[in-house]
């Protein structure tokens, strides 16, 4: 158990629904990152959130966005689902807001849009 | 632009060989860095190193080692005497942090270590 926990572990859903998924960061970690892994797009970061507030934007779609709440567990909301939305959403946590931390992965969340 | 370049798709040893991961990189930013991460099987994501732009020192770590060297913008990484467990998919990643933030993965290398 990495610390970090991400949930569900799996999802299915149809196109044009909304899913959100959840990531609670390791204890003592405010940094919560998104991530996405697909075949076609191999390895994206999506957003970073540092103790509630947005740090860093990557290649998150219009039709996705995150929060990160007080107890600093964060949600990633998908909206509109396409099948190319289909992939596993990883989410990681660290304990400072620059990159000269260490990461901890969740396992994931695979979201299977039909 | 930047750009991250695996181009070992997938790489298989023998266990207890040598073996080099390659990273090539594009950037024009100064200041930066560089990941490795592991993904086994199982699939979870596994953070191993990061390294800054100003610092080029190699770094150990066991039977993983790391060779930063900006005048041919390498970072690869070495592992020693493989073993079956470091069976896995490894990723190089750089981010860039001043002006537009972007972070940008390798496609990832397969190592496959035989018994």
């Known amino acids: 158990d990495s610390g970090v926990t991400q949930t569900p572990k799996h999802l299915i859903t149809a196109t044009g629904q909304r899913v959100t998924l959840r990531c609670s960061p390791r204890?003592?970690?405010?940094?919560v990152y998104w991530y996405q892994q697909s075949l076609d797009q191999g390895l994206q970061f999506l957003i970073q959130?540092?103790?509630?507030?947005?740090?860093a934007k990557g290649n998150i779609l219009e039709r996705f966005s995150a929060q990160q709440f007080p107890d600093l567990h964060s949600e990633l909301n998908l909206s509109s689902l396409e099948l190319g939305d289909s992939a596993l959403y990883f989410c990681?946590?660290?304990?400072?807001?620059?990159?000269?931390?260490?990461?901890?992965f969740g396992s994931g969340t695979r979201l299977t849009v039909v | 632009a930047q750009k991250v370049t695996q181009a070992q798709t997938e790489i298989s040893v023998v266990e207890k060989e040598d073996v080099t991961l390659d990273c090539v990189y594009e950037?024009?930013?100064?200041?930066?860095?560089l990941f490795w991460y592991k993904q086994p099987p199982s699939g979870e994501l596994v953070f191993l190193i990061r390294?800054?732009?100003?610092?080029?020192q190699n770094e150990i770590s066991g039977r993983y080692s790391w060779n930063f060297q900006k005048s041919t913008s390498s970072f690869n990484f070495t592992i020693t005497a493989s073993q079956v467990v470091d069976s896995a998919v490894y990723f190089c990643?750089?981010?860039?942090?001043?002006?537009?933030?972007?972070?940008?993965f390798g496609t990832g290398t397969r190592l496959k270590v035989l018994a």
């Open positions: 950037t024009r930013d100064t200041t930066y860095y």
């Open positions: 390294r800054n732009s100003f610092d080029e």
């Open positions: 990681a946590s660290s304990e400072g807001q620059s990159f000269n931390y260490g990461y901890t």
């Open positions: 959130y540092y103790n509630g507030e947005e740090r």
């Open positions: 990643a750089l981010i860039k942090t001043s002006g537009t933030y972007k972070y940008i």
């Open positions: 204890s003592g970690d405010l940094s």
